[in-house]
């Protein structure tokens, strides 16, 4: 199993980057991928998920109108388009993949309530002021 993590860099305030988050060895389709963040001296949080079994999605409040995510399943890539970016955003971000075989519609994306299956090494994203 891998997920490794594209995109990341130094951009200024307002601008915008685009994460990827390439997987392989399981089955894309029965598995919801998230993004979560870390920011120095803070503790990591669930940012955004989509759910490949059911197409649900999840924005913490604080990205939500910024951050979109979207699926790509011939690629088994999910991506994150983050604009308007502010320097808190600034953080090591890690994606994440969870089953959800059994998980009912609309439970998918509860990524701040279940352990996550498998996780990338993450990647560092910086907001300059």
């Known amino acids: 199993v891998q997920l490794v993590e594209s995109g990341g860099g130094l951009v200024q305030a307002g601008g915008s980057l685009r994460l990827s988050c390439a997987t392989s060895?399981?089955?894309?389709?029965?598995?919801?991928i998230a993004w979560f963040r870390q920011a120095p001296g803070k503790e990591r949080e669930g940012v955004s998920c989509?759910?490949?079994?059911?197409?649900?999605?999840y924005y913490t409040d604080s990205v939500k109108g910024r951050f979109t995510i979207s699926s790509d399943s011939a690629k088994n890539t999910v991506n994150l388009q983050m604009d308007s970016l502010k320097p808190e955003d600034t953080a090591v971000y890690y994606c994440?993949?969870?089953?959800?075989?059994?998980?009912?519609?609309?439970?998918?994306?509860?990524?701040?309530?279940?352990?996550?299956?498998?996780w990338g090494k993450g990647i560092l994203v910086t907001v300059s002021s």
């Open positions: 060895g399981f089955a894309f389709d029965e598995y919801a």
């Open positions: 994440a993949a969870i089953g959800v075989v059994g998980i009912p519609s609309g439970y998918q994306c509860l990524i701040n309530t279940y352990g996550m299956d498998y």
């Open positions: 989509y759910s490949n079994a059911d197409s649900s999605t």
